[in-house]
């Protein structure tokens, strides 16, 4: 047997969004239990464990499920994955962060046992302005961006990038703060009605996403031009303001829908076998391929380690190995059942971030669904790479960590 | 008139409409503790558990079907139904009333003549209780509420002012509903409160547990009756905030937004909710837009807090609060 | 027979000093009630005065002027020759003020050793680190203090209840734990409001017993409010008449007794 | 008769006024602390540690200092979540200013700190009382969280905002990063909570906690008595937020290593603190202990429950979790409104009656 | 006559009860009482001894101090009335008004009498015809009818529970230190009033009192709690006439009524029981 360990989150402010996730992450592993019998033979066991989005808890759950030997942790958590780092490090286990957590922990040299390909913030927000660089043909100087974030560590993510961004393309940004929960947004949509940005930028969670959105309808404001990290892009989000969402757009670094042949099985073998994890009502939808997408690239990196360490019983230690040398092509995703499902990327010990791939979506509220518009694009990493350097090298010499990938 | 100045008075004419959304959720508050003198920390999470009612009744949802379906294996979601908003409305209430006699049965008819810190601890309970009920009852997806209320910009306002200034100014047509119903509410309050038999009974009972049962005044009604109504209020602010929003977790935050609101009306005061509200609400908006940029953003969670604080320093009771009576 | 500067000398022989408190044309008012109009007596060292008058004449709002809780809208309080300046009731309390409530304000929360102890908060000084590690003063204060509230608690017979908490006790245990609170405090002047409020006879007794020892023993000079004619003719040795915030009366038991206005305002009846 | 107090005599004041007046009580109380420095660390690991032990003695610590200021004071406060964070932000500053000073040294400092910030939030309590002061008090808890959100100064311009602990060592032996040996944040943290449970015991048992107390059941007798209201509220607030100062330092510093302020310390910690002094019993020590270890326990125990013996799926016990912790709550009061500490002492009164009624 | 009045018939039985506080304080140890119809029952004792806890057992308020009956019954016209609501027993006719004053503070005096009024339902008109006579009773209160009851003196709010009381019309009034506080004029008054709504409109009473004087000058029947007992009980002509009764709570000896003054020695007083 195989230990995974899921960090959810069904309760608490979050819940809504933490449930889908969750859902694919272990309908994923449920599906390969059933269906192949587990992991080269090893049964996956879940242990989910239940953080209601709390640092405190998440450290509870961490303490209560490290004898279990998991092989990854997922915290689905900026705040719980800053908690962990330190711990993961130095307990061997190995972390991987889809899409959130620290940024610079793309550099791999500094932090050995956490991944977060295939992409990360500030890919994100490189790539919206690559979105928008697309739209307006090229050139943005003098363009007005916005930039509404929920005013916390996760939010202030993209500031720093961004703003170099601004330097090289010449674009005024201007930054709208939202505190936690995000209830009230009223001050901060009226002047964007009053300055008429020509882009505005998300970079929201939970409550804070709908009422945006909402705001945003309210003010009139052109949907196309308003553009959501992948944490902004659900369902959810765009769901109570109805029709007026329509146009609305988000990053995704993953594709959407449920037209993949992995998903027929998934209905055959977990749902309609009562195996599912939660309602069995989330299929397809975009965070419950998320938690999918999450499950199948650790599902891959244990193939990986498996292969490397030639024993089908891993440990953290090679699952990290594994980690490292996840290799994604399209081959193999194909063969998976998900063809195109994601960026086909490299993992090795200087770069654990993958290579920043990521593509847009438009919400249309007439079918109820998010729609690929772009391809995936590749984040500036001419920007990225120097702040990438300059932020891990940061951190090691605070820790005292010598860099390097032996 | 300068841009400047017309956008400022767009701020604060919006910043009127928030504060009579805050005045919403204050509402609750001040009914339960004028007629008890509790502190209701479960007021938000009413309002979430009133909110989530009526979309349940609304999409016909099985109440619990998340809880059946994992004990008995059942695959149970959806009567099939899909009420109008009116009735829903008025089920919902019928749901209220009955968690008002629940807390009356259960909880307060316990603690007579207690302290008030030890009420509002068990309030506390409550919301704990109520928060888990309601996840297990209607499960933590976000919902869409709709009961036909309007939303988005009033055009009337806005071409009728661009036509004056040059400017159309915005107006949330919600904003005005939640105006026009908070209006109605708080007249009806007023009386109610002022000018009746009960009204005066529920103010004594909040001064005086036991002088109140010596009269002859029955807790057990007074209270039911007080918690239908302020599970009423919490419906109607859960409405409003629910149909912006969608209805979720989220929505039992919306109390903190409330409490400033109260401190600057005064906890006793059914109009100083109202007047208090409008003062937040613009005063916060104002500040966000003439110092927000300097001081970086995001001030108006704190900012209602300290101009509440302030002003209960030149006036601790609050704008409209009965006096904290004081003698030896 | 009174002698302004000197004081005088009572019937059972005890020796009554010169004046220690006077309030100079007091005028209390709250918004439109006033509730005193321009009062002024005096108070002489070592004696018993009463004030007593009918019900919202303003007794227990003249007893708030004097320990400073009420400043008053118009008049002066002297204060052992001085005119005192606007203060806070703590302040006067440390000057040697200490009192007792028309309704009862102990502290609920606490036992009757401590409530007593409190008492005695003006006369603790140590710091507060000294009172962390309960080392040094504060733990020889302590014991000086508690010893001294020990002969209080004893003087006035709550031994017994010593360690319960004051919510406990009965009404008229309650108010012979604030008088004990007051008297730890071993005050110069002491006010007292209503003591014997709900006591039966034989209380009332003791009560009278401890008020006269205190102000035997210690000299202490008492102002007290009573509504009970016979305590108050027996206990004082002069009196003042109050009726809606006017003074309509002062002087010996005796000579306020037979005054038709105190009859007529207060009396109702010449009473025995 | 299984508790006894009759032929325990005491001779002087001195030993009538001690912590533990009766003798079953004292022996009780020296096993207790025999059994937390002698034992436990020799088989305490990293679970037992980080997920219960810690938070307990950090929490037991906070809800101590929120104690003295609501339980003894009578003020309530909500703004703990606030000082918890000066003390977070403190420890951090000195931590990274002065990497050769001990920790001891710094998380007292942290503690003074926050009990000069305690005292500036406050004043308002002079004028501002009950509820009103309770919800004021809030100010100071957004206001804060916002401050150290908000000016980088105060995490020394790191990129993402957040703090983390580097490692510093107490005698050589690590007592923060994530190599600290459990048994040694524990005993440091043990250490704290058993010197404020000593600190605030004799302060309120002598005059500052009088004045304090008397402020709390009439606050104007209380000032007419000679209570000088301005200094009681004032050593209150600066006493209480030491100990939550000191709280804060330890919970970022040993306990989570790395915090986000708005996250770590926001409302909902100062509900949480303030429900574990209500639950435990205001105006008792022991009861502030009692509350910490109700509320970090309480959900463990039923997750335990739930998802590991029930097998249930972790959302239902997540939920239930709440209805029972509410439910629990609201019988507790039923049961008995002055908390933990009350029913400890009915419980006691009883037994020293038993095995009569009354 | 003062001493006759009552009639046969018990209106009121207390049979044998216990309380107990906390569960553990037992504060009254097996107390029986008969307050016969039309009567004006006088409840003495000492502090501590137990009359406002009877008098709340009665009127159950117990429970929001968290005593409660443990043994013995209540019965009013012979229905047990230990389990009913308080508010109940107002409509029942049982009113009580609570020592200490017990005001709605935040409410003006009007509005305190008004709340009196909460249980009938008998129209504006008689609300106002009632408050008059209140008013009539208590002119100082007319004065003060606008004032906040929490600002007015210690009297007058006595005045007020005593008047809130009145508004209900009740059968029987269970009085708890209704003395207590007032000028020795009022107290004359107030027990003028009790006798007048006593022999007028045949309002039975239960009167807790200190002031044994006036007490058993007023009332018909009197009982005397010593720590939680009955330790004697009688008609209050005789009471007034046992040496006990006159020594310790009449003041009165042998030599008749001696000064406050001259009690010299402290002495103990002689308990009926234990
Ligand atoms: N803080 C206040 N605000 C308004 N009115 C007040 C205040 N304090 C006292 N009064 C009024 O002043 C008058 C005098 O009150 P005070 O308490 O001094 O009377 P008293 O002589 O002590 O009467 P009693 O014998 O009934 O206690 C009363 O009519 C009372 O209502
Ligand atoms: N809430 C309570 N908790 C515990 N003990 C109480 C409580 N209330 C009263 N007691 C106790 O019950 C006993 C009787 O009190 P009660 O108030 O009935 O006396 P009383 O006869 O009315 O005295 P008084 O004349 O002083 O009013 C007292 O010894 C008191 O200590
Ligand atoms: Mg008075
Ligand atoms: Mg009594």
């Known amino acids: 047997d195989l230990t995974i360990v899921d960090t959810s989150y069904r309760t608490g402010p979050y819940a809504a969004n933490g449930i889908p996730f969750s859902d694919g992450y272990q309908d994923y592993f449920t599906l390969l239990n059933e269906r192949d019998g587990g992991i080269g033979g090893e049964h996956i066991n879940i242990v989910e464990c239940e953080t209601g989005y709390n640092t405190e808890k998440g450290v509870e759950c961490y303490e209560g499920t490290k004898g279990d030997e998991p092989l990854v942790y997922e915290p689905l958590s900026t705040g719980i994955t800053y908690q962990l780092i330190p711990k993961v490090t130095a307990d061997g286990f190995p972390m991987h962060t889809l899409g959130y957590g620290r940024t610079s922990a793309k550099n791999g040299a500094v932090f050995r046992n956490i991944f977060n390909y295939p992409a990360n913030y500030w890919d994100g927000a490189s790539v919206a302005i690559e979105h928008i660089l697309d739209q307006e043909g090229g050139d943005i100087k003098g363009k007005k961006i916005a930039l509404v974030y929920h005013n916390s560590a ?14 090289k393309h010449g674009y005024e940004l201007s930054l709208l703060p939202v505190d936690h929960p995000g209830q009230e947004q009223k001050s901060q949509w009226l002047q964007i009605r009053r300055e008429k940005p020509d882009y505005v930028i998300m970079w929201g969670w939970g409550v804070m996403n709908q009422v945006a959105i909402q705001e945003a309808v309210n003010i009139r404001y052109p949907m196309d031009h308003f553009i959501g990290i992948w944490w902004s892009g659900s369902e959810n989000d765009v769901l109570p303001a109805g029709k007026g969402a329509n146009g609305y757009k988000a990053l995704t670094f993953h594709n959407i829908g449920s037209d993949y042949p992995v998903y027929d099985d998934m209905r055959k073998y977990v749902v309609e076998a009562g195996k599912a994890a939660g309602a069995g009502d989330q299929l397809g939808t975009t965070l419950y391929n998320r938690g999918m997408y999450a499950a199948m690239l650790a599902a891959e990196a244990i193939k990986t ?22 290799e994604m092509t399209e081959e193999k995703m194909a063969a998976l059942g998900l063809p195109h499902f994601g960026p086909a990327f490299k993992v090795t010990c200087e770069n654990h971030g993958g290579d920043g791939y990521a593509a847009v979506t438009q919400w249309d509220a007439d079918a109820g669904a998010y729609k690929m518009i772009t391809g995936y694009m590749q984040s500036d990493q001419e920007v990225l790479a120097p702040l990438i350097e300059e932020d891990s090298m940061a951190y090691a010499k605070e820790n005292g960590i010598t860099p390097g990938c032996n | 008139m300068s841009d400047q100045f017309l956008f400022a008075a767009e701020v604060t004419l919006n910043g009127l409409m928030s504060g009579v959304l805050y005045a919403l959720v204050a509402l609750g508050f001040v009914l339960i503790y ?20 009526l979309v349940g009744i609304m999409d016909g949802q099985v109440p619990f079907s998340h809880l059946i379906n994992a004990i008995f294996g059942t695959e149970i979601h959806h009567f099939g139904w899909h009420l109008p908003g009116l009735l829903a409305i008025l089920l919902t209430m019928v749901v209220m009333a009955g968690l008002a006699w629940c807390v009356q049965q259960f909880v307060m008819r316990h603690l007579i003549g207690q302290a008030p810190i030890i009420l509002f601890m068990a309030t506390i309970g409550l919301a704990y209780l109520l928060e888990g009920v309601a996840d297990l009852m209607w499960g933590s997806e976000i919902r869409k509420l709709d009961v036909g209320l309007p939303q988005g910009i009033n055009e009337t306002i806005d071409s009728v002012t661009y036509g004056m200034f040059g400017y159309g100014f915005f107006i949330d047509n919600l904003d005005i509903v939640a105006t026009v119903i908070a209006a109605l509410l708080v007249i009806a309050l007023v009386i109610f409160s002022q000018y009746t038999k009960q009204g005066r009974a529920m103010r004594a009972v909040a001064d005086d547990h036991q002088a109140a049962l010596s009269v002859g005044i029955s807790l057990n009604f007074i209270w039911v009756m007080v918690w239908s109504v302020a599970g009423f209020v919490a419906l109607v602010a859960g409405i409003m905030w629910g149909t912006k929003s969608g209805v979720q977790f989220s929505l039992s935050l919306i109390a903190l937004k409330a409490l400033p609101v109260l401190m600057l009306g005064g906890f006793t005061s059914i109009p100083g909710a109202i007047v208090g509200g409008l003062i937040i609400g613009v005063g916060e908006k104002l500040f966000d837009f003439m110092f927000g940029p300097m001081l970086g953003g995001a001030t108006e969670n704190w900012f209602a807090y300290v101009l509440a604080l302030l002003f209960l320093v030149f006036r601790p009771q609050g704008l409209f609060g009965d006096r904290i009576i004081e003698r030896v | 027979m009174l002698d302004q500067a000197e004081g005088f000398v009572t019937a059972d022989g005890r020796k009554i000093g010169g004046v220690v408190m006077e309030m100079k044309n007091i005028t209390l008012r709250f918004g439109g009630v006033v509730a005193i109009k321009d009062i002024s007596f005096d108070i002489r060292e070592g004696e018993i005065r009463a004030i007593i008058g009918p019900n919202g004449a303003g007794k227990s709002s003249m007893l708030n002027v004097i320990s400073g809780f009420y400043t008053p809208s118009e008049g002066e309080v002297w204060f052992r020759g001085k005119k005192r300046p606007p203060m ?12 007792t409530f028309q309704n009862i304000a102990l502290f609920d929360g606490m036992s009757v050793l401590d409530n007593v102890m409190t008492g005695r908060l003006t006369q603790m000084k140590a710091g507060l680190f000294s009172q962390a590690l309960w080392k040094g003063r504060a733990e020889k204060e302590e014991i000086a203090n508690r010893e001294m509230v020990e002969r209080v608690i004893d003087f006035l017979e709550i031994q017994h209840i010593r360690k319960t908490p004051v919510s406990r006790l009965p009404y008229g245990l309650k108010k012979r734990v604030e008088l004990a609170r007051a008297l730890a405090a071993q005050p110069k002047l002491l006010l007292l409001d209503e003591p014997m409020a709900g006591m039966n006879v ?28 016979g305590v108050v003719m027996d206990l004082s040795d002069r009196v003042v008449v109050m009726d809606y915030g006017k003074k309509i009366g002062d002087g010996p038991p005796d000579e306020v007794r037979s005054n038709p206005d105190v009859i007529d305002a207060y009396l109702g009846v010449a009473h025995d | 008769m299984f508790y006894r107090e009759a032929g325990d005599f005491k001779t002087s004041y001195l030993e009538d006024n001690q912590t533990f007046p009766i003798r079953f009580d004292r022996y009780r109380y020296y096993a207790v602390l025999a059994v937390a420095f002698l034992v436990v660390p020799f088989i305490i690991n990293d679970y037992w540690a980080n997920a219960i032990l810690l938070p307990f003695l950090i929490y037991g610590i906070a809800s101590i200092g929120l104690n003295v200021l609501t339980g003894y004071c009578g003020q309530v406060s909500l703004g703990t979540g606030g000082f918890m964070a000066v003390g977070a932000y403190a420890c951090y500053k000195l931590m990274t200013a002065f990497p050769e000073v001990s920790m001891f040294i710094h998380v007292i400092l942290a503690g003074g700190i926050t009990a000069v910030v305690g005292v500036l939030f406050g004043l308002p309590s002079l004028r501002i009382k009950g509820f009103y002061l309770a919800v004021a008090t809030l100010a100071a808890q957004f206001f804060l969280v916002w401050l150290f959100n908000r000016v980088p100064w105060f995490y020394n311009y790191s990129a993402s905002g957040q703090i983390s602990a580097p490692e510093r060592s107490v005698f050589g032996v690590l007592i923060t990063g994530p190599n600290a040996p459990s048994w040694a ?9 058993t010197l404020a449970g000593i600190i605030a015991r004799n302060l309120t048992r002598g005059t500052v906690g009088r004045s304090w107390m008397a402020i709390r059941d009439m606050d104007i007798a209380a000032e007419i008595i000679g209570v000088n209201p301005l200094r009681a509220k004032m050593t209150a607030f600066a006493v209480s937020s030491f100990f939550v100062g000191i709280a804060g330092a330890l919970f970022f510093s040993i306990y989570l290593g790395a915090v986000e302020v708005g996250e770590a310390f926001g409302i909902q910690k100062s509900f949480l603190v303030l429900f574990m002094v209500i639950i435990g019993g205001l105006g008792s020590i022991f009861g502030s202990l009692a509350g910490a270890a109700f509320l970090v326990v309480l959900p463990v125990v039923l997750k335990l429950i739930g998802v590991d013996i029930l097998g249930w799926p972790t959302d239902i016990v997540a939920h239930f979790q709440l209805v029972i912790v509410g439910a629990l709550i609201i019988t507790f009061l039923v049961l008995e409104p002055h908390g933990i500490a009350q029913l400890w002492r009915v419980i006691k009164e009883k037994l020293r009656l038993w095995p009569f009624p009354h | 006559m003062l001493d006759a009045g009552s009639t046969r018939e018990t209106l009121l039985e207390v049979n044998n009860i216990e309380v107990i506080y906390n569960h553990v304080i037992l504060v009254l140890k097996g107390v029986s009482l008969n307050v016969p119809k039309g009567g004006i029952t006088a409840l003495l004792g000492g502090n501590g001894a137990g009359k406002t806890t009877t008098l709340k057992a009665i009127s159950n308020l117990l429970q929001s101090e968290r005593g409660e009956v443990t043994k013995g019954t209540i019965r009013y016209r012979g229905e047990v009335v230990q389990a009913s609501d308080p508010a109940d027993l107002v409509r029942k006719g049982v009113i009580q008004v609570m020592e200490g004053r017990h005001c709605f503070e935040h409410l003006t005096v009007e509005e305190n009498l008004l709340t009196g009024y909460y249980t009938r339902n008998t129209g504006k008109a008689e609300m106002m015809r009632d408050l008059d006579k209140v008013y009539t009773y208590f002119p100082r209160l007319k004065e003060r009818r606008r004032s906040q009851a929490g600002y007015t003196s210690g009297g007058e709010q006595q005045m007020v529970a005593i008047g809130r009381a009145l508004m209900s019309r009740p059968e029987t009034i269970l009085l708890d230190e209704p003395s207590m506080g007032l000028a020795p004029q009022l107290v004359e008054q107030i027990f003028e009033i009790v006798k007048d709504l006593n022999e007028k409109e045949g309002l039975t009473f239960l009167l807790a009192e200190q002031n044994t004087n006036v007490a058993l000058r007023y009332a018909h029947y009197g009982y005397i709690l010593e720590s939680g007992r009955v330790v004697m009980d009688g008609p209050a002509a005789e009471l007034r006439e046992n040496p006990d009764v006159k020594e310790f709570y009449l003041g009165v000896s042998e030599e008749g009524r001696k000064s406050f003054r001259d009690v010299r020695s402290y002495r103990r007083r002689k308990r009926w029981l234990s």
Do not use: W
Not at chain 1, 305 to 314: D, E, L, N, V
Not at chain 4, 185 to 193: D, G, Q, R, S, W
């Open chain 1, 154 to 167: 996760y939010g202030k993510e993209p500031i720093r990038t961004l703003e170099e961004l601004a330097k």
């Open chain 1, 305 to 326: 380690a498996q292969q490397i360490a030639g024993t089908s019983k891993i440990t953290p230690a090679q699952m990290r190995d594994g980690m490292e040398a996840l």
């Open chain 2, 34 to 53: 004028k007629a008890s003198g509790i502190f209701n920390y479960a007021q938000g999470v009413m309002a979430l558990f009133a909110a989530m009612t």
């Open chain 3, 88 to 99: 806070r009731p703590y302040e006067v309390a440390r000057q040697g003020i200490a009192r």
């Open chain 3, 202 to 229: 034989e209380e009332k007794e003791d009560m009278c017993r401890f008020i006269l020892d205190v102000n035997d023993e210690f000299g202490t000079t008492i102002a007290l409010i009573e509504h009970d004619m």
């Open chain 4, 185 to 193: 944040t524990y005993l440091f943290c043990l250490i704290f909570l």
